[in-house]
């Protein structure tokens, strides 16, 4: 025997060496046996060893390896926080957050994920230390600009504050109202969180929405792990497709929102589907259920309850979601062979019913631009897309890295699928990533379609990315996929951040624009007009219902040019006292980094209106700070009467 093997016998305690390998006087193992028992007297050892974390060679330290993998997490968290002091938000510019986030911020998110894929090589991978990675990573990606920013970012999230607070003022809902409009017809997570915010003894819910971001991304882990443990064991493609789906969410509904809540919703309802509704042997085999303590017949029973329920919170709060359910469970039952018949007829039938009363007003007033983009499939799909051709460079680049992105994840996700696909019971997973795809056919949802489309068929295509480094339980192992798994996830990092932090320098909000803002809602009376170039500013969270709304960058190219060409005499025309008896005009960052760097106004046009209108005796400016202006329209001083 070598001496480097008997050294490492003769330092094996005492008690590894089990009493069958001992001689009968204690003299050691028998002629016959003695090299038997000593190489399995090594592989206890070794194995104790690898079980202690290498606590045993050491006398109870841990090793170098074991220190590192558990300090990888808290570095990162570290790192993360130090990052977020040496950034200012005001100093973005045409890449947004992009170029401000220091090298300590990217060396935080490499750790995680490095440190994520040594703990997913693990054997057994720990599924806590997975959820921590998951968590943190959550952190990193959404939590970052609601601790940077001083006010809540993005102008719809500002928007929906201020539904919400038409709800904690009004008992019902009121038709009448053309802006936002739709949400009176759709009010269920209005309603909930107007309920909650007076409970919890707020006032606004602006302060608890500045965490939805984080909070809903974190809420998805749940439904996503119960889809993907359906159709597998393995807990290093469960968790590397869950990682990877964040890395490729960048479409960011993930606000206060009633998509964000039906997005979460939408995956509860298919994931317990899947897995308790669908074929006997998939989810549900005829034993005591851990969730109701009975059979199959009184899981499915509950399960289909529990969905129904769900459905019935989907259906009153939001236009699209419950089209994209119909469409995911028709396709299950159709080519999936799910039983899944009751839900989807419940599910068919609420939706129906809410539209043909509750919100056919406000549907039949908008019919017309329904039927306009159906089938449009080409217009449709393009009008979500930024024109290249007008807008700056720095969104040009954003706009063709996010294409980037989501090409690639689609790649890797076809990938995935050849390497993966075996049996018919794992066809709802392509199913569903492309069952969305057919809503493009319906209708353009305002230009916002092939995002929500992607953002739908992604949490199934993401099972494919992950199943394209572990297409089995027996492979994964080698050295190519272990460097692999941490080279693409690291790959998806910028484009994740380009897509996601590129349009930063339009839903940031400085403090000086929500002063401005908070201005304009406290002097303006009832009835008045709010004009601005485009919405990129904290509007409508408060009385948002009682006052008009002009946004002259939105309109038509040619009403544009007309603004640029003749300020003076359009703005007079809009704010006259013939239309509205106060009229305010204001003018923010955002809103000059909004026009600029889409293209719909040329550089630097806010700023020559508003030199126009001061310049101009017919108007006057009423408030301004570093990063706004409010102005009005002069009004006559009446003649006084002999």
Known sequence: MPDETRAEVHDIPAGLVPDHMAGTDGAGPAPGTRRTARARAVSAYHALYRTAGGAARTGGWPTLATLARSLALPSAVV??????????????????????LPDTFWLALALVLVSFCIQVYRRPPSVPMLVCHVVTLIALLHATPSLLYPTLRYSWAWKHVGVVDFFMRNAGVNRALRELGAYQSWPGFFSTNAMLTKASGLTTSAGYAVWAPPFFNVLLIGPLFLIFRTFTTDQRLIWSAIALFFLGSWVGQDYLSPQACTFFLFLCVLALCLRYLGPRSVGAPNVPSPLTGGGWRSTRLWITVATVVMMAAIVPTHQLTPLMLIGGLVTLVVFGRQRLVVPTLFMIGMTVAWDLSFAWPWLSQNLGGIESTFGAFGANANSGFINLAAASQGQVLVAQVDRAHSAAVWVLALLGFARHFRSRRELALPLLALTPIAMIFANDYDGEMIFRIYMFGLPFAIFYVGAAFFPRQTAGRSWWTRLTLPAVALLLVPGFAFSYYGKEEANYFSDAELQAAQFVYGVAPRGSLVASATSDFPWGFTNYEVYDYERFALEDRNYRQEVLTDPVGTFTDMMSLD???????????????????????????????????????????????????????????PERTP
Do not use: C
């Open 579 to 637: 239309k509205h008896h106060h009229s305010y005009l204001i003018l923010t960052r955002a809103q000059r980094f909004d026009v600029e760097m889409t293209g719909m106004m040329p550089q630097n046009s806010l700023s020559r209106i508003e030199q126009s209108l001061e310049r101009s005796p017919n108007f006057v400016v009423l408030y301004r700070n570093a990063d706004a202006v409010v102005l009005t329209l002069v009004r006559p001083i």
């Open 79 to 100: 790192l993360w926080l130090v990052s977020l002091l040496r950034i200012d938000p005001h100093g973005m510019g045409d890449l947004g957050l992009v170029p401000l």
